[in-house]
């Protein structure tokens, strides 16, 4: 019989995606029966408001999930590794934040506007794998393109905020800000350089073919949501000192002509998508505005005009919430509306 509420365990949840998701599960109304806290040692003692009341955060370990019927992950990709097989033998289906699993062939990587019948997948370990937050945003609106006039390549440059290196990185962002306007010394912790008025083509590790790992999660995270391993997509990902949401220069080359007009119509209609695209009223997706909502942000649509069928736009999204945990719960909706 169908259960009318679920038990649901969020693992990370005193960081800055998890304290979003518990606020996702409650402004969708996420039918939740019990609601379970983890995260580490440090915060032993600590307590988060969910619906009103105060749920103390207890500390994970290997008994967290007896009686969960669903726990999203984002506390990192070694507690995934470790925890989600764990969860998903006790029986929760988990979806996974983290990269651990994103390209496990077995682990479904999950969009709901792009590919929602992926999710079918996840009965062979338990786990749904959440995109990184660049590549969702991105896919969104690649999506109605794709479907249309077959993309053939994809060039993509990021401007991501601090959010997305967690709350530490956003309270650097904001010490050196302010230590630099009163001339105090600039402290680098989480950051290889100083973050305030700068910019750092530099997000996760570097790899031996020169790119980053943020970098190559877009490429190959894109061509495992579109089902399509033919397109082409190269990546420079580069940390701004913005606090929240990702900006994205995108570049597109498809096999069928697509005018910017074309394009324009399309990515209207797309599932998530608002299109800001009024230049001769500055009207164009701004970080700023785009925080604290759900949607991804499309503007600046025009055509390559330096080669055939080309297309260049901006897409901007709140990193935090369709970037990860707004994501993650929509997952989770359609999973128990189609199949627990
Ligand atoms: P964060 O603000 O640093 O929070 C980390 C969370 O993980 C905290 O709740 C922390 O608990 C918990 N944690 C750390 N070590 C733990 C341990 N040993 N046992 C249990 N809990 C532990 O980081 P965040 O920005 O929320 O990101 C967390 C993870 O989510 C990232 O590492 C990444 O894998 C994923 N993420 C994904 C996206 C995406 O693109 N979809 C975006 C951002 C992040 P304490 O407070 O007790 O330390
Ligand atoms: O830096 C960003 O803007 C997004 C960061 C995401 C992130 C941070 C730490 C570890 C990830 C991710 O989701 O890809 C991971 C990871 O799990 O690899």
């Not at 998903?88 to 979806?95: I, L, M, N």
């Not at 994103?102 to 929602?116: A, D, F, K």
């Not at 749904?128 to 991105?138: D, G, H, L, V």
């Not at 006039?149 to 990021?158: F, N, P």
Request: aromatic residues 6%; neutral net charge; hydrophobic residues 40%.
């Amino acid at each position: 019989m169908k259960k009318e509420k679920y038990n649901v365990a969020v693992v990370g949840a005193t960081g800055a995606v998890g304290t979003v998701m518990l606020e996702v599960l409650e402004e969708r109304n996420f039918p939740v029966d019990q609601i379970k806290l983890l995260a580490s040692e440090r915060s032993l003692g600590a307590r988060l408001r969910f619906r009103g009341k105060e749920v103390p955060v207890e500390v994970l370990d290997a008994n967290s999930f007896k009686g969960v019927d669903i726990a999203l992950f984002s506390a990192g990709g070694t507690i995934s590794e470790r925890f989600a097989p764990i969860a998903a033998q006790s029986g929760a289906v988990c979806v996974d934040n983290t990269s651990a699993f994103r390209m496990h062939p077995e682990v479904p990587l999950v969009v709901p506007e792009v590919n929602p019948q992926a999710i079918a997948e996840y009965k062979k370990m338990g786990i749904i794998a959440n995109p990184n937050c660049s590549t969702i945003q991105m896919v969104v609106a690649l999506k109605p393109i794709h479907d249309k006039a077959k993309i053939k390549r994809v060039v993509v440059s990021t401007y991501q905020a601090t959010s997305g290196a967690g709350k530490r990185a956003m309270d650097e962002l904001a010490q050196q800000t302010q230590a630099l306007f009163s001339g105090e010394e600039v402290k680098k912790q989480k950051f290889p350089h100083q973050i305030a008025f700068n910019c750092l083509p530099h997000i996760d590790v570097f790899l031996d073919n020169g790119y980053t790992k943020e970098e190559m999660k877009m490429v190959n995270e894109t061509c495992k949501i579109m089902g399509d391993d033919s397109i082409k997509v190269t990546a420079t990902c580069v940390r701004v000192p913005v606090f929240g949401g990702h900006s994205e220069s995108v570049n597109v080359q498809t096999e069928k002509k697509l005018t910017a007009r074309e394009a324009r119509a399309l990515l209207e209609k797309a599932p998530g998508v608002i299109v800001k695209d009024d230049v001769a009223h500055n009207v164009y997706p701004l970080a700023v505005d785009c925080v604290n909502r759900d949607e991804v942000f499309v503007g600046r649509i025009r055509e390559d005009e330096s080669v055939e069928n080309g297309l260049n736009f901006w897409i901007v999204a709140d990193n935090i919430r369709k970037g990860a945990a707004t994501n993650a719960v929509q997952i989770a909706e359609i999973l128990i509306k189609d199949y627990l």
